[in-house]
């Protein structure tokens, strides 16, 4: 019987089309509907007041540029069963289904330990059972044990399509232009070489204006110091919820909506009921806490929730090399001056680190394919690939503080 066709309206690819029937069951499911409520990036509609996008959007971005993909694949002789080409785009629709509220800012407050792409594979599994073995394919790829490895490296890879929608999208949200690459020629240089990607040389070019692309949308939109702050005030304010919790077991009937997430045992597999409750959660959830404990009666927690509510944020300093302890202690006195104990000046005076790399020369480097057929790798053609500026890890050290004039 002939299948009625479903489209989505993107604004970055115009109708995205859904090729087959599991596919539009994955995503009528409650599971991926969630997403509808998951911000893309965050808390960086503090910076960008466009970048409300969801995770939802990104995930059908994705499966349109693996759609492509395969198609430039199959046009240059490769052969994809329409079994493989139907996982391959559940694989990619489902990559993101374990990213908690705001994405990446709450996972470490609510589940230490645990990352999104490990809720992500038991939400595969869960959905498998669902749907009667019918992502058994696609769970072989996304989790990189399916014989043909270029499957698995146009999800999880230095050039994946995970990565050429979230550069163009989140570009396009937040109106910084340095991310908008061009998709269209990355796409059309792919290839398969001894069942690896590789890419024509011709679209050498294109690859490393991708990379550079990555990097200063990292530096300039992803771990822009203002987003930066207000998702560590968001994980210390959930932090400090959690310490309130084990100092009195009462206060978890304050929050139903975190209860099975706070009594987890970090050192134990996430339990099903646990799970079940995460898949519950959205960005909604968490705006609603924060709306309750600005009139909290405790002070600490009432500060910090009120912060972000009202968008009143921390000042913050980034710099090269480590902040000295002697600055550390100075903004320290800031908050026994208003009142606040020295053992929770922790919660208003913090530091780190963060880091990003361009580039990496091990076995996921980016591989050319010359006219010859012979295949190197994409720093021989570009060798400041090779440089530590580009091949290491770009460390930066933050310190965050109150601001001289808070109440």
Known sequence: MHQKNTYFNDPIYGFIAIESELTLKLINHPYFQRLRRISQMGLSSFVYPGANHTRFGHALGAMHIMQRAIAVLVSKGISISSKEREAMQAAILLHDIGHGPFSHATESALFSGVHHETLSLRIFHLLNEVFTGQLDLAIQIFTNTYSRKFMHQLISGQVDVDRLD??????????????????????????????????????????????????????????????????????????????????????????????????????????????????????????????????????????????????????????????????????????????????????????????????????????????????????????????????????????????????
Not at 263 to 268: I, S, T, Y
Not at 304 to 330: H, V, W
Request: some cysteine.
């Open 166 to 407: 979230y550069l163009k999208r989140d570009s396009f949200y937040t109106g910084v232009t340095e991310g908008n690459i061009n998709t269209d020629r990355i796409l059309a240089m792919m290839n398969v070489e001894g069942e690896q990607l590789v890419f024509e040389n011709k679209g050498v070019h294109s690859l490393e204006k991708f990379l550079l692309a990555r990097r200063l949308m990292y530096w300039q939109v992803y771990l822009h110091k203002t987003s930066l702050v207000a998702e560590l005030l968001l994980v210390k304010t959930l932090q400090r919820f959690r310490y309130l919790v084990e100092q009195d077991q009462e206060k978890l009937a304050e929050t139903p909506l975190l209860r099975p997430l706070l009594v987890h045992n970090e050192k134990e597999p996430l339990s099903e009921a646990a799970l079940a409750h995460y898949l519950q959660l959205d960005d909604s959830d968490i705006i609603w806490l924060l709306k309750q404990w600005c009139s909290h009666s405790d002070p600490v927690l009432k500060r910090l929730a009120q912060q972000l509510i009202n968008r009143n944020l921390p000042k913050i300093k980034i710099q090269e090399n480590p902040f000295s302890s002697e600055e550390i202690k100075s903004m320290r006195k800031r908050i026994e001056s208003q009142n606040f104990p020295e053992k929770e000046a922790d919660y208003f005076v913090f530091h780190g680190y963060i880091s990003n790399q361009t580039y990496f020369t091990d076995q996921t480097q980016i591989l050319i394919k010359e006219k010859s057929g012979k295949v190197e790798p994409m720093a021989k053609y570009v060798p400041y690939l090779d440089s530590n500026v580009f091949s290491s890890p770009h460390v930066k050290h933050y310190l965050c503080y109150p601001k001289q004039n808070n109440s």
